[in-house]
């Protein structure tokens, strides 16, 4: 095991969240290097909802045009009794963009969303390794050292610090002793499986319940030929058959009965079981949890794949200040951020699966999507208040967006053009521009004024008051964005030398 390899951060898991990671350490400068067993890219559908605060990451990180393009916006549900259609409209991603918050849900498999973050990593000059195995972790003064088998042969991998994003059955949480807790919902299982389908009009979701049954929905995938069929199993069969395409076939005629369909060419399949369940720990001295390794939801509300993506943002900007120089302290407040988060995820996630179950039983005719999300899944809500970070009582919240004009080419700009890439953000609020040491920190300063005569280079004219209402801002008044968008602070400008220095101290402490 001579061949060894260095980096600051290691990366264990090339799903979305390891992505997610590896795009923002690599844009922030930092050394770091993702391991994904598999050999190739994953096909499995899996996750198709990506919540609009995800989308914002997606953003800052410069892969939002992309996924808006592969993506679909307002899927309809059509609601089917046996062949008879009884309703259709748009239940599941409404619209909720403002001047506040750009973007709606969209739909896109997480393939294709691994796609686009790979090629986003490969952009910024990341490193990726397929077909790479981890086979022990473990931690000594200074770092982490990995043993991974590829097919060239055994080598080490050496780091300052790791990250296990590889799932729910994380090898790495399992090499640090960390102990998921949860319940197994037994009575909600699923058969799952890719599927072309032939004699269904595309550009809808296709949903038939009954209380005898269940659910079965057949999900375009935008920009595929492939369906996601899911198909509820009825809590009183105790030995479910493993899915096959001639099963999915029987399961399609039994429930649904619409002539003229065919399903053909079923490329995954799974038999899936509803787990819900929170590591007991998201880090041991060194090696961090995040995504799946850390938290398993239901399914419902769409939101296992959009919590892990934000835990890498929150992760990210986190590791590279600590690398920097900063107290290594700031670490601590990941968990402290991120596990109750999941906790509220995992609460809300499972009462959505049972409200959906329990409508799929009813006999009154409703959608059981009916209520499948709400403020709460679009991640625009989450916020860390209790935060160390957070100072004062209205800071911790996400920092909001808004259309406003650049002062010095009166083009439009947005608030969320401000903040995009790996710096705070300090927005002065009323005509007094305030004199920072920009070149000694990782910040840029703004002012925010309604004086449509404004000038400057680092001025902004909020044209319509889409800004000052959005941080329900006075003039005079400043307010502080961390790296990954949430307000650390806000205060009268004339004291933001003083709170600054305080609010950037576990950041930039040497």
Known sequence: MSDITSTDVLIIGGGPTGLALACDLTRRGVACLLLERAARPATAS??????????????????????LELGATHVPTRLYDRDRVVSEKVEVAADATSPHAPYAPIWLSQPLLEGILRDRLAELGGRLEMGTQVTAVTQHHGGVTATVRTA?????????????????????????????????????????????????????????????????????????????????????????????????????????????????????????????????????????????????????????????????????????????????????????ERRPVAQAVLDDSTARLHAVMQAAGSSDGSS???????????????????????????????????????????????????????????????DHATDLPQATLPLRAYRITTDPSAAGPTTVIDIDGHAHRAYDALDGETVLIRPDGYIATRCPTHAVRDVLARALAPATAH
Request: a neutral charge; one cysteine or more.
């Open 46 to 67: 899996r996750a198709k909802t990506i919540q609009p605060r995800t989308l914002e990451v997606a953003d800052d990180l410069g892969v939002i045009d992309r996924i």
């Open 152 to 336: 060239s042969g055994i080598r080490r991998v050496h780091a300052r610090y790791a990250v296990g994003c590889d799932g729910g059955r994380s090898f790495v949480r399992q090499q640090i002793g960390v102990q998921l807790q949860g319940v197994s919902y037994t009575e909600h299982r699923w058969h799952l499986a890719d599927v072309r389908v032939h004699g269904l009009e595309p550009g809808r979701q296709h949903l038939w319940t009954s209380p005898e049954h269940g659910i079965l929905s057949l999900f375009p995938l935008p920009s595929t030929d492939i369906w996601q069929f899911q198909a509820s199993i009825p809590a009183d069969q105790t030995d479910p058959p493993e899915p096959s395409l001639e099963l999915l076939r029987h399961i399609f005629a039994e429930r649904a009965a619409v002539p003229g369909v065919t399903i053909t060419d079923a490329d995954w399949l799974s038999l899936y079981r509803i787990n819900v369940c929170l590591a007991d720990r998201y880090r041991v001295d060194r090696v961090f949890l995040a995504g799946d390794a850390a938290h398993i939801h239901s399914p419902a509300g769409g939101q296992g794949m959009n919590t892990g993506v934000q835990d890498a943002y929150n992760l990210g900007w986190k590791l590279a200040a600590v690398l920097t120089g900063a107290d290594a302290a700031l670490l601590d407040t990941y968990e402290q």
């Open 368 to 430: 059981p999507h009916k209520g499948l999300t709400g403020d709460f899944t679009t991640g625009l809500t989450i916020g860390y208040p209790n935060s160390p970070l957070s100072q004062g009582p209205t800071a911790g919240g996400r920092a909001p967006d808004a259309p406003c004009k650049d002062a010095s080419t009166r083009r439009t700009v947005r608030l969320f053009d401000l903040q995009r890439g790996p710096h705070w953000t300090l927005l002065s609020f009323g």
